[in-house]
């Protein structure tokens, strides 16, 4: 992905969304390896087990680098970006694999980002160790004390997912100076039932726990925004392939004689559903180049990305409820993996409502000024 600057107007830009030929070969990497390892059959197995991770899955990509895929290359990373970072988010989406990646993905980064690569990053970053984050929009109910050169932690968090594999969480807690980004070793999480069985969910419960504080308000805004991007290109994988999996469906399912996809009502959907896939591509790319790069409208593209995709990912989602009918509702089929999953990750790490309140609070002032607000 590349990006050209109009002569002195830094408002107008032009990227180009094509991945790069090292990109495509990324992602044909990862497809070959999920399509091995994280066939329906297997992702059922393990959905159906009491951890909800695939731990032969997750040691097969911790072995290609991918836990290390934004490590620094001195410390035995590859070194790549936030983009690739994405395509990886993407093809595990499209495969609702289950294993932890993206939590500990934003984990190792918030730890090495704040210097504290030889405390846990290394061991996530290797995969080691697994991690999660368990910021949510809702989360108001934790808080931090200074105590000598650490910090304790009281409260309880919201569900987020993985948080009983967790070995590392990264949260916010309200503080005397505001939101920080602390990091937890070691926290025990409270299982939790839900709808997606291919995740284990929890929340955790902290009474004057120890931790380690990462950074302030712009820290945890970081995380924020890297996480948003994440998510999205979850869904946006999930997507694709749901669309691919319902364009299969309504060429093959007859009624009335016909193939129910030459019904104008069915292909109306179907065309519905891929502008709905390609926007949410599009926003994904650029909000994750925008993060990579440190681009100074990286948070509004991350928020503009979560808006987009948790609202494209639901319509998506129903008209393939639609297309397949009632067999698509029962858990035999493919297809309940992916709308479990995708009903999470729309809500996950801020739903639509969240980040358009958070968009708005961001570009009121250049609308206010008079200046375009992208």
């Given at each position: 992905m590349r ?8 408002y107008?830009r ?9 990109q495509?070969?990324l992602?044909?990497?990862?497809a070959a390896?999920?399509d091995a390892?994280?066939?329906p ?8 087990g ?6 032969e899955?997750?040691?097969a990509m ?5 836990t290390?895929v ?5 410390v035995?990373g590859?070194?790549l970006g ?5 395509v990886?988010?993407?093809?595990i989406g499209r495969h609702?694999?289950?294993?932890p ?9 918030a ?8 405390s ?11 991690g ?7 989360d108001d109910?934790?808080s931090a004390?200074p105590?000598g050169?650490?910090?304790l932690?009281?409260?309880?968090t919201?569900?987020?997912v ?5 070995d590392v969480?990264?949260?916010?807690a309200a503080?005397v100076?505001g939101?920080?980004?602390?990091a ?5 999480a409270?299982?939790e039932?839900?709808?997606?069985r291919?995740?284990a ?7 004057q ?9 712009e820290?945890l ?8 991007v994440?998510?999205?290109?979850e869904?946006?994988?999930a ?6 999996m ?8 007859v009624q ?5 996809g030459s019904?104008q009502?069915?292909k109306h959907r179907?065309?519905?559903?891929l ?5 949410m ?13 440190g681009d100074?409208d ?5 928020s503009?990305?979560k808006v987009w995709?948790s609202?494209?990912?639901r319509?998506?989602?129903g008209?393939a409820?639609?297309v397949?009918?009632g ?6 089929h ?6 479990k999953?995708a009903?999470l990750?729309q ?5 639509a409502?969240?980040h ?6 961001m ?12």
């Amino acid at each position: 992905m590349r990006q050209a600057r109009l002569p002195g107007d830094r408002y107008h830009r032009r990227v180009d969304f094509d991945l790069s030929d090292d990109q495509l070969e990324l992602r044909k990497g990862a497809a070959a390896l999920l399509d091995a390892m994280a066939a329906p059959a297997r992702v059922r197995l393990v959905a159906d087990g009491p951890e909800h991770v695939d731990a032969e899955l997750w040691s097969a990509m911790a072995d290609q680098g991918w836990t290390a895929v934004e490590a620094p290359p001195e410390v035995g990373g590859l070194g790549l970006g936030a983009v690739e970072a994405a395509v990886l988010c993407e093809e595990i989406g499209r495969h609702v694999a289950p294993v932890p990646f993206t939590g500990t993905l934003l984990a190792a980064g918030a730890l090495r980002r704040a210097g504290q690569w030889d405390s846990w990053a290394g061991r996530l970053e290797s995969g080691e160790a697994i991690g999660a984050l368990g910021w949510s929009d809702s989360d108001d109910a934790l808080s931090a004390t200074p105590d000598g050169d650490r910090w304790l932690i009281s409260g309880r968090t919201g569900p987020f997912v993985f948080a009983p594999s967790a070995d590392v969480v990264v949260i916010s807690a309200a503080t005397v100076q505001g939101q920080a980004l602390f990091a937890v070793a070691g926290a025990k999480a409270e299982p939790e039932p839900a709808m997606d069985r291919t995740r284990a969910v929890g929340r955790c419960v902290f009474d004057q726990e120890p931790a380690l504080r990462l950074g302030g308000p712009e820290a945890l805004q970081a995380v924020i925004d890297r996480a948003a991007v994440a998510v999205c290109a979850e869904m946006l994988g999930a997507a694709d392939q749901v669309l691919a999996m319902t364009v299969a469906y309504a060429k093959d399912r007859v009624q009335f004689g016909r193939a129910i996809g030459s019904f104008q009502a069915v292909k109306h959907r179907c065309a519905d559903m891929l502008v709905d896939v390609e926007g949410m591509r599009s926003v994904t790319y650029y909000g994750a180049w925008a993060v990579g790069a440190g681009d100074p409208d990286a948070s509004a593209a991350a928020s503009a990305a979560k808006v987009w995709c948790s609202d494209a990912s639901r319509r998506v989602m129903g008209s393939a409820l639609q297309v397949h009918g009632g067999i698509g509702f029962t858990w035999e089929h493919d297809l309940h993996l992916f709308l479990k999953r995708a009903q999470l990750d729309q809500v996950s790490y801020g739903d639509a409502t969240f980040h358009r309140e958070r968009l708005a609070d961001m570009l009121r002032p250049r609308a206010e000024a008079g200046l375009p607000v992208f």
